[in-house]
């Protein structure tokens, strides 16, 4: 990017780091690093770029602490650091401006006085390592995962082999609905195949008997909200998807 153009970038970023962490439902705060005494580049770009960041942070009402001299050597830089349910912070969002690649792969840019210029890097990341965020969304949720992100979203759960043929029906339709499914196959008691997708914090089970297969019908049951009676099947898949698709808490 221009020297010009650092304030909106950071913006974009910081939008796009905050849109997110708030589908996450995480709070964070903000660390502005500056300088570090063993750095690459001249005093004019380093205010140049601290400006910016400050600037870009400032127009948009955030709250910022300094972290004086732990920057990265080639640029200052803005860290996000998440807090989980137990209180604990993760550094984990960064926003870094680099002179110095720019110079080492000799870039440059046509300004609009036709001159060669030398452009700005951004480093950017929102997660950072992605398996430690999956680890802390893991510990944040007690793995009890809102819908739209549980590995499994439903457990089709047939009370005897007598509902089995039901039950795989059942399954077979929430699969073409794009609804990540599975079906208990093992030949286990009700209750105990019930108990299994509660400790596997799944967030629905489909409890199926001959009943339910000889009226069409489905029993939700709720890792949540416990039993919440009959359903017809196409209502629960449409409601579900609504939860899906507005990615509710």
């Known amino acids: 990017m221009r020297d010009d153009q650092i304030e909106d970038e950071i913006k974009g970023v910081t939008k796009l780091i905050n849109e997110v962490y708030s589908q996450f439902g995480f709070d964070y705060f903000v660390e502005l690093s500056t300088r570090p005494e063993n750095s690459m580049g001249s005093d004019e770009d ?19 602490v300094v972290n004086e001299g732990d920057g990265a050597f080639y640029g200052p830089k803005i860290d996000f650091h ?39 890097m ?6 950072g390592s992605i398996e430690r965020f999956i680890g802390i969304l893991i ?6 995962f809102p819908v739209w992100l549980s ?13 089995m043929d039901y039950a795989s029906g059942v ?20 209750g105990y195949k019930i108990r299994q997708a509660q400790l596997e914090k799944v967030p629905y089970m489909l409890v199926l008997g001959e009943k339910e297969a ?8 709720s890792r949540d909200k416990g039993d919440l009676g ?11 998807k609504k939860m899906i698709e507005t990615r509710e808490k």
């Open 214 to 221: 000889a009226e069409g019908a489905i029993t939700v049951r």
């Open 46 to 64: 380093w205010e140049m770029a601290t400006n910016g960041l400050k600037k870009a942070l400032e127009d948009m009402g955030l709250d910022y």
């Open 230 to 240: 009959a359903a017809q099947l196409k209502d629960f898949i449409s409601d579900l």
């Open 122 to 127: 951004i480093h950017r990341v929102c997660f």
């Open 82 to 120: 998440l807090r989980d349910s137990l209180g604990r912070t993760w550094q984990c969002g960064t926003i870094q401006l680099d002179f110095q690649m720019p110079q080492r792969f000799d870039l440059e840019y046509t300004a609009e006085d036709g001159s060669k210029k030398r452009p700005i």
């Open 171 to 190: 399954y077979e339709k929430l699969k073409k609905a794009g609804i990540r499914v599975e079906l208990d196959h093992k030949d286990e008691k009700v």
């Open 139 to 144: 510990e944040h949720f007690a793995g009890k």
């Open 151 to 163: 590995p499994v979203q439903v457990k089709v759960i047939p009370v005897s082999e007598k509902s």
